[in-house]
């Protein structure tokens, strides 16, 4: 009698081979970087940076009544480059959508941005600032000058400074009714009525010391 081995363990392991052999592991592949992600990364840190300096700066007092500040300033061109970049970039990154329909879409949120920023500062920055209206008196507060005429207790002298790239020369008198012989500097503190009110600039540097 003839004893043959079993077969069955042989078939298992063929179809375990034939198995595993077929399988293909999936392979998860983002798609093609476009170049407009460039081109939004640029307009999105443009928006930034137009930024921070309109927060810095303001508006301008002399425009801030004109008809174009509400349309032509700073902050509204930082908000739409920014916004232009903010969807544009995920768009290009990720979608598959053309080069129009990106610019499209962009375009639109940064039209959006512009139109609210333009409302926010027509509704409030503009308002806001027209009731905030500078003194005079004090335009040329901390303004440095030199006494030209000697300023007794009671008595007005003169000082002389520079402003807008002109010499001029004003009455004075000091704050505090020190005495102020001619060459000393000092620092005005208002000009009122045509009389300048002016402090020793020694007073102002002592206090700057004490505070550093």
Known sequence: MC??????????????TQYFHTYEPLVFSSPPSSPMTLVFAL???AGL??????MLGGIDRKARHGAWVKYLNL???????????IVGYPLAKYSSLGTAAMLAIAGASAAAAAVGMVAV?????????????????YALQGHP?????????????????EHDGARRTVPAIGLDGTPMAAGTEVVIERIEDGIAYVELWSNIERELEKLS
């Open 3 to 16: 004893l043959s081995a079993p077969i069955w363990p042989l078939r298992a392991a063929n179809v375990h």
């Open 43 to 45: 307009f999105l840190l």
């Open 49 to 54: 940076l137009v930024g921070v300096v309109a």
């Open 75 to 85: 902050p509204t061109a930082g908000a739409a480059a920014a916004l232009f970049g």
């Open 121 to 137: 500062i027509a509704g409030w920055a503009v308002p806001s600032a027209a009731r905030n209206v500078e003194d005079p008196r």
């Open 145 to 161: 000058a030199r006494v030209s005429q000697a300023i007794s207790g009671g008595q007005a002298g003169a000082i002389v400074y």
